[in-house]
């Protein structure tokens, strides 16, 4: 997905596997950013469980004992700048980070120290009690050490058990007994020689981001809650709120999002004119739509103008519908609510919508491919494009069955 918003905000991008590398063959690479998306990797669905190592070892071509794969670093010293997406042991403990700053590679996040002692949960928690932060009573635990040591540390049942550097979960286990303590020890040492092994603490989840001394919004993490159908809730460093409702979210209507209970001081900031313009009606259309639909649950006889409002809010709120992990370019959203608050859409069925828009979308890739073009490139509606883009509507809809 980052990959995607980069290059729809027209970065060259190149999605590598710092591992398997590129290629196993000396080459030029020369001009290798022009031809970004044909070299990136590409990514199948993450899988639920952790894979086979030796597997994902023996697929690599030149069978090296380097972490980094054939021509990652002279890739990597090429770029701008390296987007740091790893995530676990390799991609957080530090030393990617340090090898980078020896190569004098620009990369994102946390430098190697910061990432070093964040990563050793062991390391962290010393510096918590050193610092008078409060941390869960725990210890560390060794391969080949005492598993009973826990009993002199004053930790009992419930404990968390987990490896000392690891990431995403992987190797943790809540215990509640000997027997299951025993096997959490085997499975967490599968991953690891040293674990730590802390009280278990029933509460609530926060999460605080810090980006150069200043704290972002503080973020509480739900189970169960449809928020987390959306990645973050944090829509600006600045005030703000997504609100999300659930009876919308089993009703099909995902991201969830209040759109008249939702704010931020920087959104419109951050939209290109062309969608500030647009998108400035809708929320007191949805507004209008919501209860004028409460409304007419009573059975009342409606007027026209009733009826039309209420049919231009149902034909909104569904193309504001997003399946999961398609994002959509900016321009096709800009045009997507042009046709819909300019009322294009009150003659297509609501469940004709989707199937609309997607049409509607290659008809004008194939017959006027210099609107989305335009509006992607001079982030506004000149009147040339309005002009084109109302006469593709109208000759798409001639033929729209």
Request: net charge negative; charged share 25%; glycine share 8%.
């Amino acid at each position: 997905m980052v990959t995607k918003a980069l290059r729809e905000n027209g970065h060259q991008v190149i999605l590598l596997d710092v591992f398997m590398g590129y290629s196993d063959k000396e080459e030029d690479l020369t001009g290798i950013f022009d031809r970004a998306e044909a070299v990136s990797v590409k990514v199948a669905a993450i899988p639920e469980t952790a894979p086979d190592l030796e597997k994902v070892k023996a697929q690599r071509k030149d069978q090296s004992d380097n972490f980094f794969g054939p021509n990652v670093i002279e890739l990597c010293r090429m770029a701008d700048i390296v987007f740091m997406a790893l995530h676990g042991e390799n991609g957080e403990n530090g030393k990617i980070q340090a090898a980078f700053d020896l190569f004098g590679i620009r990369y994102t996040g946390t430098g190697y120290l910061g990432s070093a002692l964040a990563m050793n949960k062991g390391m962290a928690k010393q510096l918590f009690l050193e610092n008078g932060i409060p941390t869960p009573r725990g210890t560390s635990l060794k391969r080949g050490e005492d598993a009973a040591k826990i009993e002199t540390c004053g930790i009992h049942f419930p404990c968390v058990v987990k490896p000392c550097s690891g990431g995403s979960s992987i190797g943790v286990s809540i215990v509640h007994d000997k027997a299951e303590y025993e096997q959490a020890l085997k499975e967490a040492f599968r991953w690891e020689n040293e674990l730590v092994i802390e009280e278990y603490v029933k509460g609530r989840e926060f999460s605080v981001g810090v980006i150069d001394f200043q704290a972002l919004p503080i973020i509480e993490t739900q189970a169960g809650d449809v928020s987390a159908y959306i990645p973050t809730n944090v829509i600006s460093i600045t005030d703000g709120q997504i609100y999300l409702e659930t009876e919308m979210f089993h009703e099909g209507f995902r991201p969830a999002v209040n759109a008249g209970l939702s704010v931020s001081r920087v959104g419109g900031s951050a939209q290109i004119k062309a969608m500030k313009k647009i998108a400035a009606p809708i929320r007191v259309e949805l507004a209008q739509y919501r209860e004028l639909a409460a409304f007419s649950q009573f059975g009342s006889e409606l007027d026209a103008d009733t009826r039309e409002k209420l049919a231009q809010g149902e034909r909104i709120r569904e193309v504001l519908k997003q399946p999961q992990y398609q994002p959509m370019p900016v321009e096709y959203q800009v045009i997507t609510l042009y046709v819909a608050t300019g009322k294009y859409l009150l003659d297509v069925e609501v469940d004709q919508i989707t199937r609309f828009e997607q049409e509607f979308f290659t008809f004008l890739d194939k017959k006027y491919p210099e609107v989305p073009k335009a509006i992607r490139t001079e982030k506004v509606i000149s009147d040339e494009t309005d002009a084109l883009l109302k006469k593709a509507i109208t000759e798409f809809k001639a033929e729209f069955k």
